[in-house]
Structures are given as structure tokens and as C-alpha cells.
């Protein structure tokens, strides 16, 4: 499997455990969903970049979209609610992307609601 990893770390409005808890519940499903695929084809990227104010995690992982559905399970659906939880705290966003062959999964941290809003206008 291939993992690339570029990791910025300067900020200081996002509490340690927050971090652990994004990091350590994506990057689990992140390995799961490339685990579900042909050896050769299993990827990892991985990006997060910290500014004084924003944090940003883009992790993009393969996908097989063929691979029968399982229901999630409670873990997984922990795993995921507590990284909303976690940007619900940072005024954030979790987007998640499917297609054919990759998952993505983006995180938005903002420290306070005004950087939001004036990206927005």
C-alpha cells in the first residue's frame, strides 16, 4: 500500500485530543475502506496544513465502490460522529466524497466563526 504524508503542525486553538481524535478515527477508516482492495491498488494520501487560524485535513484513500456494502458499524458510526463533534467545536466542516474509485474525506477547523464568514463573502 502506498501512504504519503505531509503534516503542518502550528497551531494552537485545536486541542491535542481533538487532533488525535480526527486523525486516529479517518485515518482508520481511511485504511479499512484501502484494505477492501487489490493489494496494488491500495493508496493513502494524506494532507493537513495549520495556519494560525484554520485548520485543513484532506485524506483520500481508494475506494472500491464494488466491494458489497456493509452496514456500518458501531464503531464506525462512532468514529465519525465524534470527528463532527470535533469540527462542530472549531465552528468546522466534515465533507465526504465518493466516487468509483477514491474516498475523500476534507476537515475544515476555524477558530473563530468571523474567518468563516469572511471567506464566505
Not at 2 to 31: K, P, T, W
Not at 86 to 111: M, P, Q, T, W
Request: a negative charge; charged letters at 25%.
Amino acid at each position: 500500500m502506498i501512504f504519503r504524508f505531509m503534516f503542518q503542525y502550528l497551531i494552537s486553538f485545536c486541542s491535542d485530543e481533538d487532533i488525535c481524535i480526527v486523525l486516529g478515527n479517518a485515518l482508520d477508516h481511511a485504511v479499512e475502506s484501502a484494505m477492501e482492495t487489490e493489494p496494488e491498488k491500495r493508496y493513502i494520501n494524506f494532507n493537513m496544513v495549520a495556519s494560525s487560524n484554520v485548520l485543513t485535513l484532506v485524506i483520500r484513500n481508494v475506494y472500491n465502490r464494488f466491494t458489497p456494502e456493509k452496514k456500518p458499524d458501531e464503531k464506525h458510526n462512532l468514529g465519525l460522529s465524534l470527528i463532527r463533534k470535533a469540527a462542530a467545536r472549531y465552528h468546522g466542516e466534515v465533507l465526504i466524497e465518493k466516487d468509483e474509485n477514491e474516498c475523500s474525506l476534507s476537515l475544515f477547523f476555524y477558530e473563530n466563526w468571523s474567518i468563516l464568514q469572511n471567506a464566505i463573502e
